[in-house]
């Protein structure tokens, strides 16, 4: 589990595309005081194992599924990624509940000042949409963030000038891909809202095919 309040910008020091899985190594340095090999770690919101920790850097491997739904598979060298290491049962939660499965990819929009914060626009598929209300939360890249406003094919979120310091949403830039993770609650709703659908077998469907 996580809080989606991330603890440190790491960056990519290594990836190993031969192998599969994919191995990264991170450099990071207040994180890994406390990580060793086996422990659970967000990367831009993908709960990752670690595998290998060596003095400031950290080891991950990354399966092809997660590859192709997350943006770890655009990583390379030196970029910049955020962390936050699982929670421990009796800490502060400061940010909502998150599983580190990351629900899908969106993409930024657009970005812009407003009264001392920034706007950020994110376009999502439909289905992660359903999920979502207003002032409800949602994990973007593993942060803990509220929605402001929900339209047809996107929604947006505010981050405070600290928040664009310390995390990559700070100089993510338009057509970038960002993780999604919906809030737990919004998944429950959905799936209990959709027991309710009519059911395409109908007492024609039945006959028609001979059960009846």
Do not use: W
């Not at 603890?7 to 990264?24: N, Q």
């Not at 001392?116 to 626009?121: C, D, K, S, T």
């Not at 737990?184 to 024609?204: A, C, D, Q, W, Y």
């Amino acid at each position: 589990m996580f809080t989606g309040i991330i603890e440190e910008l790491g960056v990519v020091d290594k990836t190993e595309e031969s192998r599969d899985p994919r191995l990264f190594t991170i450099k990071a340095k207040k994180i890994t005081a406390d990580l060793k090999k086996g422990d659970s770690v967000s990367v831009n919101g993908a709960c990752l194992t670690v595998v290998d920790v060596i003095k400031d850097r950290f080891a991950v491997e990354v399966i092809e599924e997660t590859l192709k739904r997350t943006n770890l598979g655009d990583l390379r060298p030196a970029d910049k990624v955020n962390l936050e290491a699982a929670l421990k049962a009796g800490a502060k939660i400061s940010g909502h509940f998150m599983t580190g499965h990351v629900d899908g990819i969106g993409t930024i929009l657009g970005k812009k000042e407003e009264k001392g914060a920034i706007l950020i626009e994110v376009a999502a598929e439909k289905d992660l949409l359903d999920g979502i209300v207003q002032k409800g939360s949602i994990a973007v890249d593993g942060i803990s963030l509220t929605i402001a406003e929900i339209k047809q094919s996107s929604f947006s979120v505010y981050i405070i000038p600290h928040t664009s310091q310390v995390t990559t949403l700070g100089f993510k830039k338009t057509g970038d891909k960002v993780n999604l993770e919906i809030d737990m609650l919004g998944k429950f709703v959905r799936k209990f809202l959709g027991r309710g659908k009519p059911s395409n077998i109908t007492e024609e469907f039945l006959r028609d095919k001979g059960f009846i």
